[in-house]
């Protein structure tokens, strides 16, 4: 058996796609899902799914205790699936080498903080970039920094708004972060 905990912010389009994806193998399991805003979608996501949904505030989120707390989950796994806190060292001592981030651009550009969701498409639309794409990273004590696991590409075409790319973007995301899991959890990493 292999687990997983999600951290999500929004509405959890990426958290759906990683339940989809792995409801048909019992292999598998999604511990909980961690939430650190009170009328994000993923909250009502996890109560459909009968998954356990911890709710974080900057202090707990900050603290040893969330850390002690998921640990205690045994995660194989941590997965950042459109979570907007920089994640402590409490928890990346507590899971080295097992947090994972799913990035909606080709990092290193547009990376940091306050380079998420459609601030990273308008970005890449103002600077006439002609593709984007999504990079999924180790998570390190720094914003986008730690070590590229995949990246994957798509067109930006000159008549594309922010929220065309958007959607292309979300094909990525829903396609390859789910399959991503899945190698990692049964195949060694380096």
Known sequence: ?????????????NAAAIIQYFKPRPEVRIRAIVCNNPQAGVIQLAEQQGIPCLMTDRAMF???????????????????AGFLWKIPGSLIRAFPHKII?????????????????RYVHEAVKAAGEKESGITIHLVNENYDEGAVLLQAYCPVRSADTP?????????????????????LLFHERP
Do not use: T, W
């Open 62 to 80: 900050k603290s040893e205790a969330l850390a002690e707390q998921l640990r205690e989950l045994g995660p194989d796994l941590v997965v950042l």
């Open 1 to 13: 058996m292999r687990s997983i905990i999600i951290f999500a912010s929004g509405q959890g389009s």
């Open 101 to 117: 981030n799913l990035h909606p651009a080709l990092l290193p550009k547009y990376g940091g903080k306050g380079m998420y969701g």
């Open 163 to 183: 929220d065309d790319i958007a959607r292309r973007i979300h094909h990525l995301e829903h396609f390859y972060l789910p399959r991503l899991i899945d190698f």
